[in-house]
T-cell receptor, first 114, second 114 residues
């Protein structure tokens, strides 16, 4: 069975600084997708960034980028120029190529400090 | 285009009561899922459906029933509520194409069982 681990339950960063959230996963599949979701206090799950396992290039979305290390099964999220609005829970998630087995990590609570 | 809608947003039940959480999507997605979110545990998959008339169990299915009579609707039924089912419930719809995989979440339902 696939598992997703986020080893940092809580993190904080100063506004305008850079922070990296860690995620590791375990799977025997070769093709799959990885995601980072943001959950602000409003409770809404918001997709931050997505990575296809067959792509070697790391995904980037504005201030958000990932470091995808397939061999190490690692998928970290880097947030540059942190903003107060980035304060939220962040979940790493995995789904296999069949789209039927979506697994979430336990989350990292990120606080951006003014 | 409303996306994924869930009703109600909040619900309080007494132990032993039954109820149905409603979920609807207007994006014609084949896949729909129900998750529960508990503190420190991320989202866990309860049941999912890969199309009308087809459902299957996820990680934590006990105490819940689902059906999928139409592409749009995927209700979650609690037959006899228990305090252990106090949680936040998310419905999601998703699709998979050659271009990638997308999952959209509803706003969530906070359920308290006393």
């Amino acid at each position: 069975a696939q598992t997703v681990t986020q080893s940092q339950p809580e993190m904080s960063v100063q506004e305008a600084e850079t922070v990296t959230l860690s995620c590791t996963y375990d799977t025997s599949e070769n093709n799959y997708y990885l995601f980072w979701y943001k959950q602000p206090p409003s409770r809404q799950m918001i997709l931050v960034i997505r990575q296809e396992a067959y792509k070697q290039q790391n995904a980037t979305e504005n201030r958000f980028s990932v470091n995808f290390q397939k061999a190490a099964k690692s998928f970290s999220l880097k947030i540059s120029d942190s903003q107060l609005g980035d304060t939220a829970m962040y979940f790493c998630a995995f789904i296999d190529n069949y789209g039927q087995n979506f697994v979430f990590g336990p989350g990292t609570r990120l606080s951006v400090l003014p | 285009n409303a996306g994924v809608t869930q009703t109600p947003k909040f619900q309080v039940l007494k132990t032993g009561q039954s109820m149905t959480l409603q979920c609807a999507q207007d994006m014609n997605h084949e896949y729909m899922s129900w998750y529960r979110q508990d503190p420190g545990m991320g989202l866990r998959l309860i049941h999912y459906s890969v199309g009308a008339g087809i459902t299957d169990q996820g990680e934590v299915p006990n105490g819940y029933n689902v059906s999928r009579s139409t592409t749009e609707d995927f209700p979650l039924r609690l037959l006899s509520a228990a305090p252990s089912q106090t949680s936040v419930y998310f419905c999601a719809s998703s699709y998979s194409t050659r271009a990638g995989y997308e999952q959209y979440f509803g706003p969530g339902t906070r359920l308290t069982v006393t």
